[in-house]
């Protein structure tokens, strides 16, 4: 690897060291443009359309100057790109969302992992909530880039924020100061926040959907159907933390549901076998279902940094598309 290539520096224990959520998109997305020929989102004509009255952030470029000779009115030129894509990011900030491994593995990980070992390491002490914003603030920022409206929605058991979609940089600035304070705090209930979010999209768009997905699968996979029904597209990101996709655990260890408050004690031995492949399921169900859907799926796992999970996405996507 050479030594201009700077995204070898966005490892999420790094990047999570910039205190500014909108300073970590933009070092992110800069990787994004260096890395990419083209977006994978982009691609509509941009012929003029209609104009829209002018609001403070506009580029100043696209003011039409004739008419304000004519009208003494403010209003911008919106292009064909801008009245076609509209992107929705949908974000789950459940109390699940807030799980990391590393303060376990930091106490044992001796045990776990010998160094030079090939299995699969903790999460870098990042939580699964952090690494969805991280992505959510990097595709906000792409697109806005693109002059595309973004949207951000937050959900726990509810709608908890709706920021509408625009492609100014007053509304990204919107988007990331939300994810800046975001707090999990409430348990999921995802199918029922993205059916009442179906019903908020008139026009057919670009939907993100981040999330664990722990909740009821046939539901939720429901939802993912009823956004396509709609003829909107779909991306789907699961993340999870490693611990999660494979259990690493030894001995009897002590859980504690995150969103419930439950406790539970077990003798690990005895039900790793029957997790792991418990999960592999659940995972595959998700991904087998999209496929089925025309729905993009992509599995993340916090251990792997989310600007090299995003890129490897977008690449693949510009591939396909």
Sequence with gaps: MESSDFRRFLIPSVVARLANIELKAKFVVQGFIAGLHKSPYHGFSVEFTEHRQYTPGDDLRYLDWKLLARTDRYYIKQYEEETNLKAYILLDISRSMSF????????RKK???????????????????EYA?????????????QRDAVSLITYDEKINTYIPPHSTKINLRLILKELQKIKPNSKTSTSHCLNSIVEKIKKRGLVIIISDFFDNQEEVISSFKHFRYNKNEVIVFQIMDPAERKFLYDDIAYFKDMETGEEIYIQSSKIKESYNKAVDNFVKEYKNQCVRNNIDYE???TSTPFDVSLLRYLNKRMRLH
Excluded: D, Q
């Design 100 to 107: 990391h491994s590393e303060n376990y593995f930091s106490r």
């Design 111 to 129: 045990k776990f992992f010998k160094e030079g070992s090939s299995e699969i390491s903790p999460s870098s002490n990042i939580s699964k909530l």
């Design 133 to 145: 914003s991280y992505l959510a603030a990097s595709l906000a920022y792409l697109m806005m880039l």
């Design 299 to 301: 599995l993340l796992t």
